[in-house]
């Protein structure tokens, strides 16, 4: 299938009629369309789907409302009319395919689907197809299911890492959505019908049995596990439908907090700092309240470093005392000893002679030179009172105040600094995030986390149901086969029936296993081609599939990589995509919205000279940071037949330029 | 010579210690300082800083008892080794000049500093 054409009226932001034209080229067969964030790419490719199948698709696959679908600048001009025209080809016949919406003339605001008039028309080579069989040529060509692998939004890629982890709800709705693309429920369903049947068999043979005398036991039996059997069912359903409930509250909120994100990020962003303030905020107190506590007996340590010069110098003055006091001490025992000499010592001590005056005359010059000496005397109580002072000013001892206080105010000179940093970006991001309800968001996610465990709840509650229900199915299958081999009932209609029955859903659930099996195969060898050919990192050996259709890289050692990048988990979930394309043999083109968002340069390379292979025709929704509109487009400038622009004319009005 | 049993503040002094304590006590949840603690501060940043504070011109409020406010007589060795009293002046009345003129130097700095003291300025080596 090719699209010619789309021709677009009052479709969300694309105001009035706009045609866009699809490349037709064999090789340049890429059509780019650049638009920034909120400026309608997203509402481009649900143009394209709503146009096939009157869906447009919100995030988690939410249906959006048609009164949503209509450009609001129309309607607030009084224009509630909104079509889409795609013109293709498909297996050589050219398709024209018209669906509108009116709002009913007599509702005045519409608000729900029903206050709208849908049409439809499909002509095939000019000839127009009658209703009711326009849905089944649309599904010939591209069916519905099979849409979500040509019409993907990027963005959502992610999703396919569910795919990995066991008993995850939202891996086994992607699992469901892949199983329809490749035709198991076909078998499911036969099965499903087959094991009906099969318990009514079963019923109709307990019946039987329960007229006979030896087999009354086990009919008793098999009643018993049939009356289970209807409560574990009612269980499950009941079960099912809780899950579904939750599982729709869980989607609504997460749409909301996806749409709200980036205010959610600031609102944490601003709950961090807000925490880092009052952090700060105690520090300084703390240090304050510090420096109060030294303040109390700083002027002690002031007292301490001011008289420290003092006390050095009355300490000089006092050893000088004490040096005179030595001196002078020394100079009294050498005069004292000569004034003996003189005095007492007429005769020599050794030989008892008398000493001349001749000799003594000398000692007393000595003596009188000495007692003419200054510092004989010293002056003892400047001494005392020296001590005294000293001691006095040693005492006053302190515990450093003063250089704890100085420590603390530069912390808290440090820490004004970093407040001040925090309080900037709190305003900046208060300022930014003014007029939306932070605390709606912080409510809403509250409630998701609590629905998020009701949900893993009753979906443990489920799998015990199921565990049970699948425990009862083999006991009765096994009271069924006791029935039946008893002597004198072989050959019995109803043992018969529940024979051959249980033989057909065997059969029917081995086929599922089997053509599980070989589509598993098919997906995860196309998915290793295409990984090969998109992956940077050569010692990467393939793709290895799980029961879900997850897949995992494999090393050179063909062993499983368990952390991959976030660039390698789109890589692999683009070679999922194409395995499946490949596996489903439709051939459709291939619309991505914002594909390249997670890959560094590389990866990106790869990717764009491999997507004109893909598919005949690939449609490229991407931002300017996605793909440079020049630099990136040079590796597969050969491969684009059309580049578009979409213009902001409004707030909520776009219009597509070809370029 | 005689020392004074008490001593204090001029009224003018006195509330310029009131209006920097209420400020500073309005900062912090711990007991708060006190009268005395920057009285003896400005007093030990006077003989620091080696201040010759002139007589007072007004008569002081005697709040303080001496015996209280200088149990160790720390002021009294620090203010009488300074040299800096008149003679036969008592060294209490040193003290009080001394704090008069170290509570207004507090209070100048206080407020040229947006009501805030400034503590590193005051205490720097």
Known sequence: MKIHKLIINNFMPYKGKQEIEFPQHETQNVMLLFGDNMRGKTSFLNAIRWGFYGVALARHLREIPRSHLINSEATDEGDWAMSISILFEHEGRNYELNRSIEKRDNVTQPKNNSDFLEAIGLRINGTPVIGDSINNEINQVMPKEVSRFFLFDGELLQEYENLLIEESDQGKKIKEHIESVLGVPALIHARDELQVLLKDARSMQRRDAQKNDELRKYAQDQKGHEVKLKSLEDDIGELDRQRLGLQEKVDEIDDFLKNTEAVQNKKIELTRLATEKKGFEFNIKKSNNTIHVLLKTAWKNVLESSVQSITQTLKKERKGYQKSMEEASALQGEITNLRKSIDENKECNTCGQEIPESKRQPLREKLELLEKQPGRSVDYSRLTELNKNIDNLEGIRAEGEVNRIITNLEEITKIKVKLMSVENQCDDIEEEIKGFDTDEIMRKREKRERYGGQLAKTSLDMKDREDKKEENLKKQQKISQLMAKHKGSEGTLSNLRVERLQQLETVFSEGINQLRLKLKGDVESYATSAFKKLTTEKTYTGLSINQNYGLSILDENKKVIDERSAGAEQIVALSLIDGLNKTSGTKAPIVMDTPLGRLDPKHRKNILQYLPDMSEQVVLLVHEGEIHAKRDTEVFASRIGARYDIKRISATQSRIERV | ?125
């Open chain 2, 1 to 125: 010579m005689e020392e004074p049993q008490r001593i204090g503040l001029t009224k003018e002094a006195n509330d310029y210690l009131d209006e920097i304590l209420d400020s500073l006590n309005s900062e912090v949840e711990e007991k708060g300082l006190i009268k005395f603690d920057l009285y003896r501060l400005a007093v030990a940043l006077g003989v620091k800083n080696g201040n010759k504070p002139s007589s007072l011109s007004n008569n002081t409020d005697n709040a303080f008892r001496v015996s209280e406010l200088d149990t160790d007589k720390a002021l009294f060795f620090a203010v009488k080794a300074t040299n800096i009293q008149d003679n036969e002046e008592p060294i209490y009345r040193v003290v009080e000049r001394l704090a008069e003129q170290g509570v207004r130097d507090f209070y100048k700095a206080y407020k040229s500093h947006s009501e805030r003291m400034p503590w590193d300025k005051l205490l720097a080596e």
